[in-house]
């Protein structure tokens, strides 16, 4: 278990101006400076997590933008780099999530509540 557990709740894409930093790159950054974190996926942000998700290039007039940012892979950098992703069961079914991306665990309702007392902080993204 890490020092650190942070809790993301609010899915965004992102928009066109933004396809360097978001949420999840603020994860990838907040685990390496802190030395490790889990990150508990809830709420639409368990949409992350959805092993079919797909980004697909956007068309604004006669350009072509590909390269938004696809949370999938950034989820899989975060595992890559030591951090354990978790989301919240009633959550998956809630949203229409199905399958997972590897390694995405599940957690119960309220498990990481329970369990905060055991880091050294709680952060929400």
């Known amino acids: 278990m890490s020092e650190t557990l942070a809790i993301m709740e609010r899915a965004y894409r992102g928009a066109v101006e933004k396809q360097f930093f978001d949420a999840l790159y603020l994860a990838v950054e907040l685990h390496r400076q802190l030395g490790g974190m889990d990150l508990l996926l809830r709420g639409p942000a368990v949409g992350y997590a959805a092993a079919d998700a797909r980004v697909e290039p956007i068309k604004l007039g006669g350009r072509v933008l590909d390269t938004l940012t696809d949370p999938g892979r ?3 950098r975060l595992q890559d ?32 509540a329970r369990r905060w007392g055991d880091y050294a902080r709680v952060c929400f993204l």
């Open 74 to 76: 950034d989820l899989r």
């Open 81 to 112: 780099e030591g951090v354990a992703v978790w989301v919240e069961r009633p959550d998956i079914a809630a949203f229409g999530v199905g399958a997972l991306l590897p390694g995405v665990g599940v957690a119960e309702p309220g498990e990481f």
